[in-house]
């Protein structure tokens, strides 16, 4: 059994916002155009957060990427009236859009704002419909958000169980991860020691957002080191 | 003998009320037309919704629920006190309840109809909000029933069921009184709504004891309903909404709202259908008192949750509550205060004013307004300051949020008018049988019940 996780060492990330662009032409995240972008309706499975801190001259930007922190006392599970949301064996928060009616009740309820709703019919201008992902499904009207890649992880299992063995470290790589320069994104297998995510996430650095609520977060953060 | 009522005898309580029912004037037919656009052009809005798609409303990221909600929890609110008041009255015997009691019951059934319409054009795929319904289908699943989402589906659809047998079961002795005189097509109408009564002693008896029963069991289902609504907000971890208060304060506010908007409908009838000896400053006297001590019970709640957040200023909490108070939104905090605490504190307090019918009619509406500002406060406030300030938002409504709320109290005040049309807006038999005497020697008609044997009948109209 697996239990996916993510690693995100905020020393590392520069917030170039390549995991941005990666994150929504895998998951064919729909366009939404500039006037309804403006409105700040554009959805970003993968966002990039900046902080101001300090001020004039002396600024700092920190960036921190957020996506779906893959909650293992996930807010938005219980609150789904039709089991649209729910907990896959492997620490997955699921989403199924075919059971959606579009409650929003999970995006109230998520602290870290990831989910992302259709307001309207999806659409690509030309010629973005042409690298549409045939792995991934495009949503109509309801609930979306990260899952992790999850094509990417069935098709990387599937591989690992035909040549009769586990899935390699690394083996499996969301595209954010896999566009990542600085390599600030870590995704592995937390059940395995050895892994990289394992051992990263053992890190004295290491903190998960809004610990205190208790939701068991997936997604383990570095923090910035200080260099005086 | 008919002299000590002011309005005479049984025979001319049945046409006081029932002149509405049986004759028809112009102004019905303008205020339908009226009334009648506005729902089809919130129809419109609905069908431009369901074309285009949610982003026709001013929803955003991380503000997922506004008007439609507010106004899901606004009419469920009013429907409150219609059955609430009316089995509370019935319960305690309250004399004065008389007149009142099935215009109440009527306006429950139509506000929660148009609430129950809300969370449907909410969703974004009503096309299949049979999901939530637990039926055995092919996808082999039950919905959640740890959702709150399913609580109040199964609330509402409860309470609806409930009022309309409450509505319903008093009026059964009325419809038979209009069955006989009635004619063409409306008489078939009233012979299949009155269910072959013929007033004799014993079908009262049965209606009494059902009564009886009907008012006990729907006090707890009223008071669940609104506590489920608010387990909606409650049971989510979002700053402010999640509080143990919820649930009480809800079931408050929607008294509360809920005897405002008796106020004008009892305001509205006893005007346009000229009612002025049944409905008396004696009603709009309690009704008065009622609207006081909720007023301030619904302060006391509100302070009581307002005060823990900003003693604790616990970060998260603190900042929905500035953002309510200081905020862009404090024009619509300070409406609410002065609407929901310091106009009716400070007029509902004198009984003069109790028994002006006008001011009545003001400081009713004003309730509203202040009601609505709070649902309007309650919902958006802690949604646009959630924990993570970098997703922080807020909300203006669009032209189709607008239209159809528009409609949606539109379609309420359509369905109350056709409600009119069609049955008797006082309970006719409840009179008669506050007047404490039987009908007439001679005049044999099923709306009048026996003697009234409880002490005090007499004193309806004192």
């Known amino acids: 059994m697996y239990k996916w996780a993510m690693v995100v060492d905020l020393d590392r990330c520069t917030g170039c916002a390549a995991c941005v662009v990666a994150c929504r032409a895998e998951n064919n995240v729909p366009i939404a155009g500039e006037e309804e972008a403006g409105k700040g309706r554009a959805s970003f499975w993968m966002r990039i957060e900046r902080y101001w801190e300090g001020e004039y001259p002396n600024v700092r930007a920190r960036y921190m990427p957020v996506f779906c922190q893959q909650c293992a006392n996930a807010p938005c599970e219980p609150v789904c009236p039709v089991y649209a949301t729910y907990h896959s064996a492997e620490g997955l928060n699921v989403q199924v859009y075919n059971r959606c009616v579009g409650t929003r009740y999970c995006a109230n309820n998520c602290p870290y704002a990831v989910r992302y709703f259709n307001w309207f019919d999806p659409r690509w201008p030309d010629p973005l419909p042409e690298q549409l992902n045939p792995d991934v499904t495009v949503r109509f009207r309801v609930m979306e958000k990260c899952t992790f890649c999850i094509q990417r992880i069935r098709r990387g299992k599937e591989l690992a169980k035909m040549a009769g063995r586990r899935v390699i470290d690394g083996e499996i790589q969301p595209a954010c991860v896999q566009t990542c320069a600085p390599g600030a994104l870590v995704f592995g297998d937390l059940n395995d020691p050895a892994s990289r995510v394992a051992r990263l996430a053992m890190s004295p650095r290491r903190f998960r957002l809004h610990e205190d609520l208790g939701t068991e977060p997936a997604v383990f953060y570095l923090k910035e080191q200080s260099y005086g | ?462």
């Open chain 2, 1 to 462: 003998m008919a002299s000590d009522s002011p309005f005479g005898s049984a025979a001319r309580v049945n046409d006081d009320i029932l002149r509405p029912v049986l004759q028809t004037t112009w102004r019905f037919y303008a205020v339908v037309a009226l009334l009648g656009s506005v729902v089809l052009w919130g129809a419109f809005a609905v069908w431009y919704l369901l074309s285009t798609g949610i982003g026709v409303f001013g929803l955003n990221r991380p503000v997922y629920w506004a008007l439609m909600i507010i106004n899901f929890v606004f009419f469920v609110g009013l429907s409150h006190s219609g059955t609430l008041i009316s089995a509370i009255l019935r319960v305690t015997h309250a004399e004065w309840r008389r007149p009142i009691t099935r215009g109440a019951e009527a306006m429950t059934v139509f506000t929660i109809m148009v609430a129950a319409a809300f969370p449907l054009i909410h969703l974004g795929r009503p096309w299949v909000f049979y999901y939530l319904i637990p039926y055995p289908d092919l996808r082999g699943l039950w919905p959640n029933f740890r959702s709150p989402l399913i609580w109040d589906f199964i609330a509402i659809s409860t309470y609806l069921t409930g009022s309309i047998i409450y509505l319903y079961l008093p009026m059964i002795p009325d419809l038979a009184v209009i069955r006989d005189r009635s004619h063409g097509w409306r008489r078939y109408l009233y012979i299949a709504l009155s269910l072959g009564w013929t007033g004799s002693e014993r079908e009262w008896s049965r209606l009494s004891r059902v009564l009886g029963i009907m008012a006990v069991v729907i006090i707890p289902v009223a008071v669940s309903v609104h506590s489920i609504v608010s387990w909606d907000f409650a049971m989510t971890i979002v700053p402010v909404w999640h509080s143990t208060i919820f649930a009480p304060y809800f079931v408050v506010g929607a008294i509360y709202s809920g005897i405002a908007l008796v106020i004008t409908i009892m305001v509205l009838i006893r005007w346009v259908f000229n009612l002025q000896s049944y409905l008396q400053p004696r009603q709009f006297d309690n009704l008065g008192k009622l609207l006081f001590v909720m007023s301030v019970i619904w302060f006391y709640f509100w302070f009581a949750d307002a005060l823990t957040t900003w003693y604790g200023r616990e970060p998260s909490e603190f900042a929905v509550l500035r953002y309510t108070i200081l905020g862009p939104f404090a024009p619509l905090f300070w409406t609410m205060i002065v609407c929901n605490l310091v106009i009716p504190f400070w007029t509902m307090m004198f009984k003069q004013l109790r028994r002006n019918v006008l001011v009545m009619l003001v400081v009713s509406l004003l309730v509203n307004v202040g009601m609505y500002s709070e649902r309007i406060l309650i919902i958006v406030p802690a949604l646009s300051r959630g924990r993570l300030p970098s997703a922080w938002g807020s909300y203006q409504p669009t032209w189709v949020e607008i239209s159809i709320t528009a409609a949606a109290f539109a379609g309420f005040s359509l369905l109350y008018v056709l409600f009119t049309k069609f049955f008797p807006v006082v309970s006719m038999w409840e009179v008669k049988e506050g007047m404490g005497e039987r009908a007439e020697a001679g005049v044999k008609e099923p709306g009048t019940p026996p003697r009234k044997t409880v002490e005090g009948a007499e004193g309806a109209y004192g």
